[in-house]
């Protein structure tokens, strides 16, 4: 197999209307097509078209699979059975039109519901069945390409690179494609159909363009291409078919102009480790770690760095960045990123920022478990807000404050983070392990409850009594009483369960979720610790005194992650 450009990418070719933009591709000398079963008016469809018009030439064909549709979109599902049947099926539409396999198969995107390994490991079944002359990759990460690595035999890796797509070169996955020999797949190279009208307005590639009489994106592809990489332009027509095969070769000084103007161009044209400073009397400290790790808490430390907080700035990590590189500029020595640079694209932002200026930059990486992560969030909202938000009132407030945001938002981070590594060019890398601190004041007991361990639940709703002898059997005189139960609409509601709950025991205090099932749009859902957390503060209850009776794992989940004695009372 030749993996070599001219290349395109087939996703914008019109359906029923392929044949024109194939053929002057063909006669261009392109010998490279990348398409997917998710290409076309129907799941395959373009592989069979592309197959027919394919054959009987010398060319190579890459297409992918791992993702279905749900919902009218299209998303990724990288189980082996799917990853086979999708093999199998791109397999017999090339087999009965091109009269071969494919000769390439990328795992179109990972699947973050299903571990990486498994994917990976469908790929080679499929290639060990004959169903694809190799496989490879598609939009992975740098740790993602290393396990793969354990798996299979990379053939190519394929991810968005181009003036306005950074990030998988800023990541390393290109580089170390390149240090291991693996070809490397430019898809999008202009951008996108959104981006791709900046070309026309950037005033070194008109410049270019028009001393070459070529287009803009012919100077793009030209300049791709001197990197060793294999750009894959999406073309609809036979014109622009015909210009992406264009043989323009620019000078070094043309390609020196494009790689000052385009920061992919320096990534690409030098290695990271001849960027890097690892040492020096200039210092930034760039913290990273989850939403409410604690960040801020251990910023006091470092009194004698400015800081600088995406939580009181707000806007992008890039635009952080850009702030960065302004008092660099200025003559500060030390400086703080306070935010949660959760992958590696996002911290080599601040790493080429600062050797720009000729600062090393050290990592401080907070070890904060999600538990103890969402009770800070939880105790911050309620320090500002002095209440639990939720739903649109939450996104509202998250707008202005990026410190109040959704459950939603630590689960993002922690599916999009990347382990650190010295590799990234930091001088060191401190770990901060998590320790909460008592808080003062807070000495009494507690009991909570879930209404669960105290009652069938659906029977109440339904219109049965609670077995009041039956609570007050657990109860202890005096002591704070939480009972925490999740409502979701429907018969029977909150305000009717907590005058029952006074009937039977003045003490109990329901402190209850009301929000509708899905994805949670509040703190309040159990066993998430919003509850529990305002429970504890306006009683001055101290965790470790709390004993929760619960009914399943959830609770004793919920429990652990408080600092409660778990006992269950159902199963």
């Given at each position: 197999m030749s993996l070599s450009a001219p290349a395109i990418g087939c996703l914008r070719l019109p359906p029923g209307a392929e044949?024109?933009?194939?053929?002057?591709?063909?006669?261009?000398?392109?010998?490279?097509?990348?398409?997917?079963?998710?290409?076309?008016?129907?799941?395959?469809?373009?592989?069979?078209?592309?197959?027919?018009?394919?054959?009987?030439?010398?060319?190579?064909?890459v297409t992918k699979v791992g993702m279905v549709r749900h919902r009218d979109r299209w998303r990724p599902d990288g189980r082996r059975k799917t990853l086979l049947a999708d093999a199998e099926r791109s397999a017999r539409a090339f087999g009965e039109t091109l009269?071969?396999?494919?000769?390439?198969?990328?795992?179109?995107?990972?699947?973050?519901?299903?571990?990486?390994?498994?994917?990976?490991?469908?790929?080679?079944?499929?290639?060990?069945?004959?169903?694809?002359?190799?496989?490879g990759l598609s939009n992975v990460s740098l740790p993602q390409l290393e396990e793969a690595r354990d798996h299979i035999d990379v053939a190519a890796v394929e991810v968005a690179i181009g003036p306005f797509d950074e990030d998988p070169t800023r990541s390393g996955v290109v580089e170390r494609c390149r240090a291991l020999g693996i070809p490397v797949l430019a898809q999008a190279p202009f951008g996108g159909p959104k981006k791709q009208p900046r070309l026309g307005r950037d005033a070194d590639l008109r410049w270019l363009a028009d001393a070459h009489g070529v287009t803009p994106e012919t100077v793009v592809l030209a300049w791709l291409r001197s990197f060793g990489v294999i750009p894959l332009p999406g073309v609809s027509r036979p014109e622009t078919a015909r210009l992406a095969a264009h043989p323009l070769t620019l000078r070094d000084d043309e390609r020196a102009l494009l790689d000052d103007r385009f920061p992919v161009g320096r990534l690409l044209r030098t290695s990271r480790e001849a960027r890097a400073v690892r040492?020096?009397?200039?210092?930034?400290?760039?913290?990273?770690?989850?939403?409410?790790?604690?960040?801020?808490?251990?910023?006091?430390?470092?009194?004698d760095h400015e800081r600088l907080s995406r939580d009181e700035r707000g806007g992008s990590l890039k635009g952080l960045a850009e702030v960065l590189d302004e008092v660099l500029a200025e003559g500060t020595e030390r400086v703080v990123m306070d935010a949660t640079y959760p992958t590696r694209a996002s911290r080599n932002r601040v790493l080429e920022t600062a050797w720009d200026h000729g600062a090393a930059v050290r990592a401080v990486?907070?070890?904060?478990?999600?538990?103890?992560a969402q009770i800070n969030a939880v105790d911050r909202m309620l320090d500002r807000r002095g209440e639990l938000l939720a739903s649109d009132a939450l996104k509202t407030a998250g707008k202005r404050d990026p410190n109040l945001f959704p459950p939603r938002a630590q689960q993002i981070y922690l599916e999009r983070f990347e382990p650190l590594g010295l590799d990234e060019g930091f001088a060191a890398?401190?770990?901060?392990?998590?320790?909460?601190?008592?808080?003062?004041?807070?000495?009494?007991p507690g009991l909570v409850f879930d209404l669960a361990a105290l009652a069938d639940v659906a029977a109440w709703r339904s219109g049965e009594p609670l077995d009041a002898d039956a609570i007050r059997s657990h109860l202890r005189p005096g002591v704070a009483t939480l009972v925490l139960a999740w409502?979701?609409?429907?018969?029977?509601?909150?305000?009717?369960l907590a005058r029952e709950l006074r009937t039977v025991a003045p003490e109990l205090e329901l402190g209850a979720c009301e929000h509708p099932p899905g994805p949670p749009i509040c703190w309040c859902r159990p066993p998430l610790p919003g509850l529990p957390v305002r429970w504890l503060r306006a009683h001055g209850v101290a965790p470790a005194k709390v004993t929760h009776f619960g009914a399943g794992p959830a609770s004793e989940a919920l429990a652990e992650a408080m600092g409660f004695q778990f006992r269950r009372l159902r199963q």
């Open positions: 044949a024109p933009v194939v053929e002057a591709a063909l006669a261009a000398g392109v010998r490279l097509f990348d398409t997917a079963p998710t290409y076309g008016p129907e799941p395959h469809a373009q592989e069979r078209t592309l197959g027919a018009l394919l054959r009987g030439h010398d060319v190579t064909v009269g071969r396999p494919p000769d390439l198969t990328l795992l179109h995107l990972p699947d973050p519901r299903v571990p990486f390994a498994t994917s990976v490991r469908a790929l080679a079944a499929a290639a060990k069945a004959g169903l694809t002359g190799a496989v040492r020096s009397r200039r210092e930034v400290v760039l913290f990273v770690g989850i939403p409410g790790a604690g960040k801020t808490r251990y910023a006091a430390r470092l009194g990486h907070f070890e904060t478990p999600l538990a103890e890398i401190e770990r901060v392990p998590f320790e909460r601190l008592p808080v003062a004041g807070h000495e009494a409502l979701p609409p429907g018969p029977r509601d909150a305000a009717e």
